[in-house]
């Protein structure tokens, strides 16, 4: 797989890049992430990519010559399977979205600022748009690298254990359950007596009872026109 991300300030991805998914992801050549710094697309001798917006209005805009030119660069060395801006207007992130991201080739991320980009970047250029959430934030860079990171770890190969991930919260539309390890008693707190024993059949039902139970609890829209079975006891 192969990211490309245009920002305004790509030092910001330094340490995404030095942590320990991304970085193993590229180590294992399953990963190729590419940073473009949006200013070396700039015509003017300033490098400025920004200017007041038409119709008056507070703000900065990203203008769409230096955007234009940066993905067409992009595109005239390989096929993008999507072009996506980060923007807080747009539906939020979630697993299903960031599993078929995983199965792209190529991608392109468009970090947004200021203000926002020129309008025309979003009807002519863009191919997907994605939000974190329904919050604003100074820029895009953090948007992009969650992002990225959410699809990158969906890579076969870049996990130890790929099913891992397969076991995610989400992954089944429900969250995932509480989990343990050792010491099995730690101040008079043990370990459930379920998952002690060599029952697969009784822990898998075990799990599957608290994942719906926390689900219930925690984030019950995830139920919602959906069948996970009855829950025993809540």
């Known amino acids: 797989m192969r990211i490309d991300i245009i920002s305004l300030f790509p030092e910001m991805f330094a340490g995404f890049l030095a942590s320990s998914i991304p970085a193993r992801a590229v180590k294992k050549g399953l990963l190729e992430l590419e ?31 230096p955007v ?13 399977d999507e072009v ?13 979205v960031a599993n078929r991201l995983s199965l792209c080739r190529n ?22 748009e994605i939000s974190i959430g329904d919050y604003v934030l100074s820029g895009g860079e953090l948007a992009a690298a969650v992002i990225a990171d959410a699809v990158i770890r969906l890579v076969p190969g870049v996990l130890n254990d790929e099913t ?24 008079g707190w043990r370990v459930p007596e379920v998952l002690m024993g060599g029952n697969d059949r009784l822990k898998a039902e075990w799990r599957h009872e608290k994942a719906l139970e926390r689900t219930k609890e925690r984030k019950p829209y995830l139920l ?8 025993q006891s809540v």
Do not use: W
């Open 35 to 65: 940073l473009h710094n949006l200013r070396d697309y700039s015509t003017n001798r300033h490098k400025s990519v920004d200017d007041y917006p038409y119709g008056g209005g507070a703000g900065m805009v990203i203008g769409i010559e």
């Open 68 to 80: 234009d030119k940066c993905i067409s660069a992009l595109k005239a060395q390989r096929d993008y």
């Open 84 to 96: 996506i801006f980060t923007t807080p207007d747009a539906p939020v992130l979630d697993q299903p």
């Open 107 to 128: 991608i392109i991320v468009l970090c947004g600022h200021y203000k926002g980009v020129d309008e025309r970047v979003r009807e002519h250029l863009v191919t997907r």
């Open 164 to 187: 891992s991930a397969l076991s995610d919260s989400f992954q089944d539309g429900l969250l995932s359950p509480p989990v343990y390890t050792r010491p099995e008693e730690y101040k």
């Open 224 to 231: 919602n026109n959906q069948d996970h079975g009855s829950i």
